[in-house]
């Protein structure tokens, strides 16, 4: 029986410091493939690299940057010839009733978690296109679909 999963692919995967996409990564590289392990942070993710030098790259990502962006998209090709998968997952959370939430921050909240991932999305795609192949996950919070005290819902 032929495995579905034929390595190497070359991941870029954003958010990795923490929580489930954390392991997601330390998954993807058990298993052979390329990675470029980002965060807004580097030293967040350099425990990951170490472990696997050979198969990861760190990647100082800020999503509302489109320096970051594009020199992430470059940064992975560069090193290992292209991209195959991207996965959105930087994020934050934003804890304010409606009436309490301050405009300045909601705006941020929104170019990290929406305006970054479109964004990033895009330099990939035009990659992928070229090479006739990709695949683009993008992970959220469960808050997309059930409101909790605090993240907009009523007292």
């Not at 392990?37 to 690299?49: A, L």
């Not at 940057?65 to 010839?81: A, L, M, P, R």
Request: aromatic fraction near 8%.
């Amino acid at each position: 029986m032929q495995s579905i999963h034929n390595p190497p692919f070359i991941w870029l995967i954003s958010g990795c410091s923490s929580g489930f996409v954390g392991e997601l990564t330390l998954k993807t590289l058990s298993m052979g493939d390329f990675v470029g392990v980002s965060s807004r942070k580097i030293e967040d993710v350099e425990d990951i690299c170490n472990q696997y030098p050979e198969t990861s790259v760190a990647i100082t990502l800020d999503v509302t940057k489109k320096q970051d962006i594009n020199q992430s998209i470059e940064t992975i090709t560069k090193t290992f010839g292209g991209l195959d998968v991207l996965v959105n997952n930087a994020g934050y959370g934003y804890l304010a009733d409606i009436e309490e939430g301050e405009d300045e921050e909601v705006r941020r909240l929104f170019e990290a978690t929406f305006v970054g991932a479109v964004e990033i999305t895009k330099d990939a795609w035009r990659g992928m296109r070229s090479q006739k192949f990709g695949r683009i996950i993008k992970n959220s919070s469960q808050a997309g679909n059930r409101a909790n005290q605090g993240t907009g819902n009523e007292r």
